[in-house]
């Protein structure tokens, strides 16, 4: 599927200078890696939503340790490291 994309002109500079400098060679490979970028970080964000998700479903649950306990066990674990 063919597509046209409007970047404005601050964008199409960039993206003109990336081929001129050869560090890309068309303006298509430009703009598949951006996409290519953008959908790791939606993969990235949906993996932190889901995190986020069963953390709080496990802090309602009561599934949790308080702060104080947490911070017992890493001083202990950590006391005499510098």
């Known amino acids: 599927m063919a597509s046209s994309a409007n970047l404005g002109q601050q964008l199409e500079n960039y ?3 990336l081929v001129k400098s050869g560090r890309y060679n068309s303006r298509s490979e430009v703009l598949r890696e951006g996409v290519r970028l953008v ?3 939606e993969k990235r964000l949906m993996a932190l ?3 986020i998700s ?3 479903a496990d802090a309602e649950a009561g599934r ?3 702060i104080s306990d947490v911070a017992a066990r890493l001083a202990a674990k ?3 490291r510098s």
Request: net charge negative.
């Open 64 to 66: 949790f340790k308080p």
């Open 54 to 56: 069963q953390g709080i």
């Open 39 to 41: 959908e790791e970080r």
């Open 49 to 51: 939503d889901l995190a």
């Open 15 to 17: 993206v003109n200078e």
């Open 78 to 80: 950590y006391d005499g």
